[in-house]
């Protein structure tokens, strides 16, 4: 009897192994002073080597810099410059923001601005409107530090793409991703909504980009140069991460975990929860190259809670 109890907890113990890991809470930060509730996903935020907080929502006209205890360390731009519409940081930590559109002298313009990461002073300034009519989405793929715009671009003709890399002197390099149906701007928009419903999601350690399409149920991924790699399964309703390689898509019971395999990603049975063993139900909003992931908590899902995966 002996002998089967401690094969039996032998069995549970690497079973608890196999099918789940744990995230450890390391620290909550109170940005209710600055963020709207329940707006998480209008939330920009950007993590720097030094594990600096740059975070910023649609429609503010600044951005701020926490220190890693959360501490605000920088509001910036002290200058008007509108109301910002995307957010990232580059690879030396100098913010990157969209502002909303400009009309000065019968002449439109989608500025995209950077500022110094230690003292907020504007850097330089280019027009996205010169090369897109629509800039749904950016990223800034680091450490290559190249532009990646979902939206379309002016002057590409057939067959236009939805995905874009771009200079940082606004250059566009390479259109991917075709878009399904053709037509004349704004109408495109209409008839490919999926293109542009969910902000791409970028893994840096791999260096792959992912598109989630809701409606077909997929995500289509893409190495930074623009290849198309494959794509795999995904409920549209469900939000999803890249993590170290993987895609993590929660569900009810916590984030389950895709490890790509060939051209696929293909589930395992691993389970992601919280170190009380309870679904992580928060908002994922950024990682740092140290492997925590950063969620918005709480109620009005004003509260920045900072988790590590434990070994």
Known sequence: MRKFLITLWLTLFLFSLNYSQNLKLEREIDLSFFLKPHQPHLVFAAIDSSG????????????????PAGEVILTAPQTIEGEITKFDIDNLGNPVCVFAGRYT???ASLPLVWFDGITGKKIREINLGEKFNLVAHLKILRPKDIILVNGIAKDE???RHSLHLVDFNGNRLKSFSPLK???AFPEIVNRNPDYFAVDPKIDSNSLI????FPSKGLIDYFDYAGNRLGDTEW???DLFLAYSGNLWIRDKDGFKVLEKKG???VPIKAKIKDDQGAPIKWYPLALDSSGKIYFLG???LQTLKIYRLQD
């Open 52 to 67: 600096n907080i740059f975070i910023t929502q649609r429609g503010k006209g600044t951005f701020l810099k926490l220190d």
């Open 105 to 107: 002298e019968n002449r």
């Open 157 to 159: 003709g057939l067959p």
């Open 181 to 183: 149906e053709q037509a």
């Open 209 to 212: 980009i992912f598109q989630a």
């Open 235 to 237: 409920a549209g309703s």
């Open 263 to 265: 051209d696929r990603f």
């Open 298 to 300: 709480d109620k009005t």
